[in-house]
């Protein structure tokens, strides 16, 4: 289906049919995906069950909801998201995760960066991140704002088994794992908060938007 791209204000607006049930919103960037999401969260259109933000698009599941009546709607939303600027962040929410900073592939991290393991966790503490978005596994955030120095690539044989709490980077993210699973980032340390609890409304801890500042603390 050939995509709308133009809004009530005249400027351009991209959403495309993804599948029978979504629509795709073009934002632009990962701020106005935030705001998106932020609004669709508290103006949530009828039909809507699942919102997923992205790096430069939010998309949008509704089945059974009419997807020409959804559309407009998010054409007004995107329009408010755009003009909120950036006066009014997606979320203030600030996490702290406590890290033990025992990881695996600490060593290997400080080997890679030119560091010593000290000075990876000051740079892996130094400064808050942003969470961008959740993929890979339900709950998984990927945060942004990882000190550039320890943009170090992703093991070249993933592991078959990650534990729960995992605090892990590669390239130019960093993440904690909210349940077991396989994965190729390097390992920092672990942390007991649980990111994920399919109980909790909502069930990700980490949600788009939110700061997430690491502490290091000892093991108890």
């Excluded at 339900?138 to 704002?145: E, K, M, R």
């Excluded at 942390?191 to 994920?196: E, I, P």
């Amino acid at each position: 289906m050939t995509p709308s791209r133009t809004g009530t204000s005249g400027r351009e607006v991209v959403i495309r049919q993804a599948g029978d049930h979504a629509l795709l919103v073009e934002t632009g960037s990962l701020e106005v995906s935030h705001r998106l999401d932020a609004l669709l969260r508290t103006r949530r259109p009828a039909g809507v069950v699942e919102i997923v933000p992205g790096p430069a698009t939010v998309l949008v599941t509704a089945p059974g909801a009419d997807l020409s009546r959804l559309r407009s709607r998010l054409s007004l939303l995107l329009a408010t998201a755009r003009d909120t600027g950036d006066a009014a962040p997606a979320s203030g929410r600030t996490v702290t995760v406590p890290v033990v900073y025992d990881g695996a592939d600490l060593d290997d991290v400080a080997a890679l960066s030119g560091l010593s393991a000290r000075e990876v966790v000051e740079r892996h503490t130094g400064r808050d991140l942003v969470v961008g978005w959740l993929g890979f596994a339900p709950g998984f955030a990927y945060l942004i704002g990882l000190d550039p120095v320890l943009h170090v690539p992703r093991l070249s044989t993933p592991r078959t088994a990650v534990p729960a709490g995992a605090v892990a980077i590669a390239g130019p993210y960093s993440a904690v794992y909210p349940s077991a699973s396989p994965g190729g980032w390097r390992l920092l340390g672990r942390s007991l908060l649980a990111v994920w609890d399919v109980a909790a409304d909502p069930p990700a801890v980490l949600t788009p938007g939110t700061r997430v500042r690491f502490q290091a603390v000892t093991d108890s």
